[in-house]
């Protein structure tokens, strides 16, 4: 596992779809995905 410092992502849909300014994140890594999930 390797973790990020940052990783900067931006627009109104990302509240929408339930993440949290500054909120931690999960990214988990499939075959051609990035898959976020807030912690």
């Given at each position: 596992m390797t973790l990020l410092q940052w990783m900067k992502?931006?627009?109104?849909?990302?509240?929408?779809?339930?993440f949290e300014p500054r909120s931690r994140v999960r990214i988990t890594v499939e075959h051609k995905r990035l898959i976020t999930t807030p912690l």
């Open positions: 992502l931006s627009g109104r849909w990302i509240e929408t779809v339930g």
